[in-house]
Nanobody, 115 residues
């Protein structure tokens, strides 16, 4: 599975962005999906995740109520809607798909939030 993340950019405090993660090479409908981020000088952290069925969704504490993960299996794409962005959301965002046997990472897309 190859993952291509896009949608990052430079925005101001309070703005919104939608990240996309397009998968190719294999359908991801049976994979759990997730978004992670890594800020400069920090470890990669969990942002949001959803099971393959979408029945279980979880978010990192710092983004709850502001970010929404979704998936379009027909389009083989995962999304991360980010609202009310804050400077501490500045990071490279990575998408991941996983099953019980393996996982795949996208290349990352940079989000910069400034005042």
């Amino acid at each position: 599975v190859q993952l291509q993340a896009s949608g990052g950019g430079s925005v101001q405090i309070g703005d919104s962005l939608r990240l996309s993660c397009l998968a190719s090479g294999h359908t991801i409908s049976s994979y759990a999906v997730g978004w992670f981020r890594q800020a400069p000088g920090k470890e990669r952290e969990f942002v949001a995740g959803a099971t393959w069925s979408g029945t279980m969704i979880d978010y990192g504490d710092s983004v709850k109520g502001r970010f929404t993960i979704s998936r379009d299996n027909a389009a083989n794409t995962v999304y991360l809607q980010m609202n009310n962005l804050k400077p501490e959301d500045t990071a490279v965002y990575y998408c991941q798909v996983a099953n019980a046997f393996t996982h795949f990472w996208g290349q990352g897309t940079l989000v910069t939030v400034s005042s």
